[in-house]
């Protein structure tokens, strides 16, 4: 069975920290997505990593696809009340339709 | 109005009553989707439609049933659910599935949070 682990499960840190927040599979993955979901709001995509070692920037956000595509990381540089939210690494599933979703790490950042 | 919009946003609901979650997407888009998204769960993915046609149903019970009159609308329609189905229900487009799974870019509405009594 394929599972998406995230870690860590809560994060709450204040305005100016750095963090990571992981993604981690026993299985490879030919890509994976990142998705962002604010309170209230459906989930919205970050990004898309399809090379190992693959290493994509948005803004403060640092996303790495591990070499062997089993794992990934998202790296927050300077946070900001802003970046509060459901953090969702996805991958390809079992059916061409389906996107198999991480168990999601949940990021408050405090003023 | 832009993007994917969902109705109603909040639905408190007894385990006899009959209600239907609606979905429209203003993309151009030719594939919608279902998703469940529980507290203490992953999303989980629910039906898939592409070009109207079902293509997906990932072991849903019945008491949920959806229907794709065309490729702007979906609804799910429910009935005689229980109490574990409260959660938030996530409607979901893409340019079209099954062309190159997780390369295609899900536009998600912002839900119908769901409580069953």
């Known amino acids: 069975t394929q599972l998406l682990e995230q870690s860590p499960q809560f994060l709450s840190i204040q305005e100016g920290e750095n963090l990571t927040v992981y993604c981690n599979s026993s299985?490879?993955?030919?890509?994976l997505q990142w998705y962002r979901q604010e309170p209230g709001e459906g989930p919205v995509l970050l990004v898309t990593?399809?090379?190992?070692?693959e290493v994509k920037k948005l803004k403060r956000l640092t996303f790495q696809f591990g070499d062997a595509r089993k794992d990934s990381s998202l790296h927050i540089t300077a946070a900001q009340p802003g970046d509060t939210g459901l953090y969702l690494c996805?991958?390809?599933?079992?059916?061409?339709?389906?996107?198999?979703f991480g168990t999601g790490t949940r990021l408050t950042v405090i003023p | 109005e832009t993007g994917v919009t969902q109705t109603p946003r909040h639905l408190v609901m007894g385990m006899t009553n009959k209600k239907s979650l609606k979905c429209e997407q203003h993309?151009?888009?030719?594939?919608m989707y279902w998703y469940k998204q529980s507290a203490k769960k992953p999303l989980e993915l629910m039906f898939v439609?592409?070009?109207?046609?079902?293509?997906e149903n990932n072991s849903v019970p019945s008491r949920f049933s959806p229907e794709c009159p065309n490729s702007s609308h979906l609804f799910l329609h429910l009935h005689t659910l229980q109490p574990e189905d409260s959660a938030l229900y996530l409607c979901?487009?893409?340019?079209?599935?099954?062309?190159?799974?997780?390369?295609?870019?899900?536009?998600f509405g912002s839900g119908t949070q769901l409580s069953v009594l």
């Open positions: 993309l151009g888009h030719n594939a």
């Open positions: 299985s490879v993955f030919s890509s």
């Open positions: 996805a991958g390809p599933g079992t059916g061409a339709n389906n996107l198999f």
């Open positions: 990593v399809v090379t190992g070692g």
């Open positions: 979901a487009s893409s340019q079209q599935a099954g062309t190159g799974g997780v390369r295609e870019k899900l536009f």
């Open positions: 439609y592409n070009f109207k046609e079902q293509t």
